[in-house]
Every structure is written in C-alpha cells, then in structure tokens.
C-alpha cells in the first residue's frame, strides 16, 4: 500500500476537521458542511484514480 496516500489522506482529514470546527463554532454551519463535503469528495477523487491503476494492472496481469 501507498504510504504517500495514506499521509494525503490524513493530511486532507486534519485540515478539513480544522476548517469545519473553526467554521462551525463561528456559527458559519452551511460553510462548514459544505468544506466536509469538499474534503469527502476531493479523497474519494484521489482514491479512484488509484483504483483505476489497481484494475489496470489486474487487467495486464490476466490479460483482459
């Protein structure tokens, strides 16, 4: 497994908490669901990019 993935998603996880307690308790609570979401969407992003390396090799392994 991809270490380097694993700390960008950390990393990604830390900034979004940050930014949403920040915004939430400044009473700010559209803005902060709206930087979770972004944060959800920007590790699943970066998540199927790797799958599709993953099935590209399962594909050149079997020679599908």
Do not use: C, P
Not at 43 to 53: I, Q, S, T
């Amino acid at each position: 497994m991809n270490t380097e993935l694993l700390l960008k998603v950390a990393g990604i996880g830390i900034l979004v908490t940050i930014a949403y307690q920040i915004l939430n308790k400044s009473g700010r609570d559209e803005q902060a669901m709206l930087v979770s979401i972004s944060g959800i969407i920007i590790v699943l992003l970066m998540l199927v990019r790797e799958m599709g390396g993953l099935f590209d090799s399962v594909k050149s392994i079997f020679g599908l």
